[in-house]
Every structure is written in structure tokens, then in C-alpha cells.
């Protein structure tokens, strides 16, 4: 398995390249822990905190807080706990970092900022080599290895770059043994979106976790010298002197590519002795930010795609959609002597968030495809947090760029699964007791519900919604599902006990007696998948609860539903008398058929008029290939 890290994305690169795992918290005075596994930013004796590689620790991360630091890969480049990349620092800072002030990335996004559980404390499992590529071997390791230090929460921003059989990855694996151990993994989905069945976190004993907006978005905005001003998408830092500058095309500029290379700005197409002091048109153009244009002024770019995050640029640039593009290729055609404007990002209020953004990988899930995947939406776009300043800003990396920062702007899965994990962790501080499943249905069941017009792929791109912390303390009846019904659920999907073992590591059986269908585990959301067909179906979902809120109690079922099908459950009403009791229930979803390729959803939802206990609910036909 090809295993990379899910960081920070630009049009071309997958970037920040890294691996977290995170670990013990509490919520009172003890001297609880939050660990996190990835690519640490800490040199090589852990008890010195004194390297230029940790120079923004002494502000965010402090040495208090961070209690270890291992290193597994067996690379070259990863000798070192050292975070080359940015990555490690920005996922531990929005984990659990401390409150800075007045901080932000050249002005943008200022303000204060801290992590999600601040009080928490952090290990380091380096399993990721500086080229991004992560050892299987390490990240067993290092699960054993946090395991064993008395972890209470695990979060992994790496994946590979589509699904694979849980007995083949090593994420899978470790978060099983975890698991078993009370602990919960949280795991970012992957960077592979909008197409459907790309999510790597597949897993139903991890938290996959999906990323959406935030209401600030980043915005760069080019002007023309006709008085047309442009808005793109990209994180500029630069302010050029003056009001115009000499705009060109990038056909202009150069002396060795053809045509359609040089109005890309293909690389090595641009000459420096024509770019210097112009900013350059490039057309088409699929790469993002030219590499090779340090000696240009600036770049717009016009791209196909329409973006809906922004990254970070080594030079001042601004990515319009191609429709604009053709404007500043018509200014041009028809002006002597065009002139242009790049000038300084500016957050702007985004009224739609949240919404999942385009590159979040989607479900359904394409290994257990009755188990609906990502779990949950959380914060990852235009993120900022602490950075490496040993590693430039931009993305991807240019060595022309020179700048150092202590902050920096990154989107990713990467970035929303630390979100998830805080919000885990604040969750754990509450309920130091909880089992992992329980965490993970709490988080879920007490999700804000996202808006399917504004989400195309509804459940499939954000699960049971976005993450809502504060809620999620109190969910009132949580889903819990141990290893045993985990090893059930393995069985019921037609798993061998030497299939088994691979996973669980003891000598588990499936009993002969029992045979149920993947359906049947107690998951906090429902999903089957059904073959295209007008017959008539009828699904029982099987399910049951756990009071965790008051001890007498009477929840009230209702429902969101589509008009493409029928839900009931029975019973209707659930009534505790106890804290930690149990009832069961059963939902029955009906209807006249599926058509290949569509969905339909709906929620339920349980009450006690205090706490409100809600699960998505999916049907849909599709074939996987």
C-alpha cells in the first residue's frame, strides 16, 4: 500500500506531507495527556527544546507539553523527529496548542488563536520520511508504541490514495488494536474529492473524518488598466510597488516551448530575461503557480477548474476561473499596452459555510459499502495554525521563496482531522470512561446538519454532518460497539478466521451459529447499498442505545425522511430508568426501488426534549468498480 499524507492541496500537489496520531487527555487539574502521532517538531534529544526547528514551540506548543518523540521510518531524510515539512507543527497546534495572540500569516487571518483542547499534552511517533512517503512498519509501530504509553486519542492525517481491505492497511490494523484498548482514531478521509468512492478511511472503528469551510475565505483580486477588477483564489502575501505593472501572455515570453506550452507557462517555458518585472498571463494552465517564474513580478493564472480554497503563492499571483481568464486574454489582445495589478489577499465572509470542499475524498465506502463513509465534516480549509519555519510557506515549496514564518495557511483533510481530534479529546476530558465507539457516536449523533442543495453529494460528502463540540459533551444515548461486535461484523461480511487474525491478533472464531449481514453492526448511521431495480425492498437495520444523559428518561422517535422511501421503528419510544442502560430498537426502511446511481436519505432522530440523537440513513444503488 502506497501510504501519503493529507495535507495541504494546490491544483498539482498533494503537500505537507505527514502523519499524526494523538493520545491522552483529560479535563480537570490531573496531568492527563493528549499525544499525537506525526511528523514531530522535535530534534532529536527530546529533552532539548532549544533547535531553530522549534522556535514557534516555545509560543504554542511549549516544552511542557510535549512529553516524547519517536522516530520509525528508516529513510535517510527521517533520522530526525525534526518537522522539515510544516505539516506535524500545524496538525499538533490545531490539536492542542496553547493560546497565542494577534498572530496570522502576513496579516491574513489575524487574531488569536489556539488548539482544541489547549490543556492537552503531546507525544510524537514520526512515521513519515521528508519525501511524505510513510512506512507500514513504522505506523504499526507506532500505534503499539502509543498504545502502550496509555494513549486516549489517535489521529493520523495519512492515507493512501484510495480504499483499501482492512487487513491490508496498517492504519486499519493499529486503530483496530487501539480500539480494543478504549482508544479512538481519528483519520483524515483523504484529498482525492469530489469524485465518489475515493475516501481512504474506510474502517468502521476509525473516525473518518472530511473537511469543509469555514465562514472566511482568502480571496486575491487582480485589477486592469481599464478599471476591471477580478477576484481569485490565492493566498498573496506580497504587495507590489505601484499601481500597474507591464501585463504579458505567457506565449510572449518565451524562446524554446511551442505555443500551447508557452501560454500554459508550462515549466522551463518562461525566459527570465523577458519575465523580469511583467506579470504574466498564463492560459489553461492545469499545474497552478509556475515553479520556474521567481523572476516575474507576478502570475495570473486561468484555470479550468473553478477552485473553492486558496494556497499559498511564492510570488504575487491570483487563480481566476477561465471565464475571467478570457477577459484579462481580451484586455490584452485589445490594449497597446495592458496594464495589470496583483494586490494583497483579503479574507472575505463566506455566507455558505459550511460546505464540504471540492477536494475532500467522498463515500460511498468501497470496501463495506452497508457502512457510510466519511463519518463527520470538520474545519479544514484555509486553516492557519503553527508552522516549521524552516520550510517556505508556499505551496508547493519553491526554493526562490525565502520567507520563514511561525504561522501558516493550509488546507487539507489533514487539517480537519485535528479538529475532529480535539473536539475528540475535549469530548474524552468529560468522559474519561468512554469507550472509543462511544466518543465517536457522540460526535456524530450531535453533528449540525449540513444543507444537500449546497452539498451535492450530501451523506456521501459529509457524513452526519459538521463536527459540533459542544454538543457532543452531552449526546444524551450513544451507539456503542465493542471489538466482539466488531469481529462480528467481520464475520457477517464473509471474512475467514485467519483473515481475522490478521486484524484482531488473537485466535477469534466466527460462531457457526450466528450469521447476520454487515447492516447489522451498531453503527450511529445507516447505509445499504442496493441493486438498481423497481422491486419493492424492505431493510432492518438493527440497533441499540445507551443512556448516557439523564438516568429517567423517555426518548420520542421521529424523522427527516425522503419521499423516495419509507421509515418506521420499532419501538417508538425508548424509556431509561437508569444511566448506562440499554435499549434496542429496530428501523425498517422500505420503498419501490432504487435507480442506478441515485440515493435517497433521511435522518432519525430520537428526543427526550433536552438532548436530540440524530442518524443519517442512506439508500442507494451503485456498482463499484
Request: glycine share 8%; charged share 15%; proline share 5%.
Amino acid at each position: 500500500m502506497t501510504t501519503l499524507l493529507s495535507s495541504s492541496i494546490s491544483p498539482l500537489f498533494i503537500l505537507a506531507l505527514i502523519i499524526a496520531v494523538c493520545i491522552h487527555c483529560g479535563a480537570t487539574g490531573e496531568d492527563r495527556k493528549v499525544y499525537i502521532v506525526y511528523m514531530g517538531a522535535l530534534p532529536e534529544n527530546q529533552n532539548l527544546l532549544t533547535s531553530q526547528h522549534l522556535s514557534i514551540l516555545e509560543e504554542v506548543l511549549e516544552e511542557s507539553k510535549i512529553i516524547g518523540a519517536r522516530v520509525y521510518s528508516n529513510t535517510k531524510t527521517s533520522k530526525s523527529a525534526r518537522d522539515l515539512l510544516g505539516h506535524g507543527t500545524h496538525t499538533a497546534s490545531t490539536v492542542a496548542g496553547n493560546l497565542v495572540s494577534d498572530v496570522g500569516f502576513y496579516g491574513l487571518a489575524q487574531g488569536n488563536a489556539r488548539g482544541g483542547v489547549p490543556s492537552a499534552r503531546i507525544a510524537v511517533y514520526k512515521v513519515c520520511g521528508d519525501d511524505g512517503d510513510c512506512s507500514n512498519y513504522g505506523i504499526l509501530a507506532a500505534f503499539d508504541d502509543a498504545i502502550a504509553d496509555g494513549v486516549d486519542i489517535i489521529s493520523i492525517s495519512i492515507g493512501g490514495s484510495g480504499a483499501t481491505p482492512f487487513d491490508s492497511d496498517s492504519i486499519a490494523i493499529g486503530a483496530f488494536h487501539a480500539m480494543e484498548k478504549g482508544i479512538l482514531t481519528s483519520q483524515s478521509a483523504g484529498n482525492d474529492g469530489p469524485s465518489k468512492q475515493t475516501t481512504a478511511s474506510v474502517a468502521p472503528w476509525l473516525l473518518s473524518v472530511a473537511a469543509s469551510s469555514t465562514d472566511r475565505h482568502i480571496i486575491s483580486k487582480v485589477s486592469l488598466g481599464d478599471g476591471t477588477v477580478l477576484q481569485g483564489n490565492t493566498i498573496n502575501s506580497f504587495i507590489l510597488n505601484g499601481t500597474t505593472h507591464p501585463l504579458l501572455y505567457g506565449k510572449e515570453v518565451t524562446k524554446t516551448c511551442s505555443e500551447d506550452g508557452a501560454r500554459r507557462c508550462d515549466f522551463g517555458c518562461l525566459d527570465s530575461s523577458l519575465v523580469k518585472g511583467k506579470i504574466i498571463l498564463c492560459d489553461d494552465n492545469f499545474e497552478g503557480i509556475p515553479s520556474d517564474s521567481p523572476h516575474a513580478l507576478g502570475t495570473i493564472i486561468s484555470t479550468p477548474f473553478v477552485y473553492d480554497y486558496s494556497t499559498i503563492s511564492p510570488l504575487a499571483a491570483t487563480q481566476l476561473s477561465s471565464e475571467d481568464g478570457l477577459r484579462v486574454k481580451s484586455y490584452w489582445n485589445s490594449t497597446k499596452n495592458p496594464q495589470a495589478n496583483i494586490l494583497k489577499s483579503e479574507a472575505v465572509n463566506d455566507l455558505s459555510a459550511p460546505t464540504v470542499v471540492s477536494f475532500s475524498s467522498r463515500g460511498p465506502n468501497p470496501i463495506t459499502q452497508d457502512i457510510l463513509k466519511p463519518d463527520i465534516t470538520a474545519p479544514g480549509v484555509e486553516i492557519l495554525a503553527a508552522y516549521s519555519p524552516v520550510i517556505p510557506p508556499s505551496s508547493p515549496s519553491d526554493d526562490s521563496d525565502t520567507r520563514s514564518v511561525k504561522y501558516s495557511i493550509l488546507s487539507g483533510t489533514s487539517m480537519s482531522c485535528p479538529h475532529a481530534t480535539g473536539a475528540a479529546a475535549y469530548v474524552k476530558s468529560f468522559h474519561p470512561d468512554w469507550s472509543a465507539s462511544a466518543i465517536k457516536s457522540a460526535l456524530m449523533t450531535t453533528a449540525r446538519s449540513m444543507n444537500a442543495t449546497t452539498n451535492p453529494d450530501a451523506e456521501f460528502a459529509y457524513g452526519a454532518g459538521h463536527i459540533d463540540p459542544v454538543k457532543a459533551v452531552r449526546p444524551g444515548l450513544v451507539y456503542v460497539a465493542l471489538k466482539d461486535d466488531y469481529i462480528k461484523f467481520l464475520c457477517n461480511i464473509g471474512w475467514s478466521a485467519s483473515r481475522i487474525r490478521i486484524i484482531s491478533g488473537d485466535n477469534n472464531t466466527c460462531p457457526e451459529s450466528s450469521k447476520g449481514a454487515s447492516i447489522d453492526l451498531n453503527y450511529p448511521s445507516m447505509a445499504v447499498n442496493l441493486p438498481p431495480s423497481s422491486n419493492a425492498f424492505a431493510i432492518n437495520f438493527p440497533r441499540r442505545v445507551t443512556n448516557v444523559g439523564s438516568a429517567n428518561s423517555t426518548y420520542k422517535a421521529s424523522f427527516i425522511s425522503d419521499s423516495k422511501i419509507n421509515i418506521s421503528v420499532k419501538p417508538e419510544v425508548l424509556s431509561f430508568t437508569s444511566l448506562h442502560e440499554e435499549k434496542s430498537f429496530v428501523v425498517t426502511v422500505s420503498g419501490n426501488g432504487v435507480p442506478q446511481g441515485s440515493m435517497a436519505s433521511a435522518s432519525l432522530v430520537w428526543s427526550d426534549g433536552t438532548h436530540t440523537v440524530t442518524s443519517p440513513i442512506v439508500v442507494y444503488s451503485m456498482i463499484f468498480l
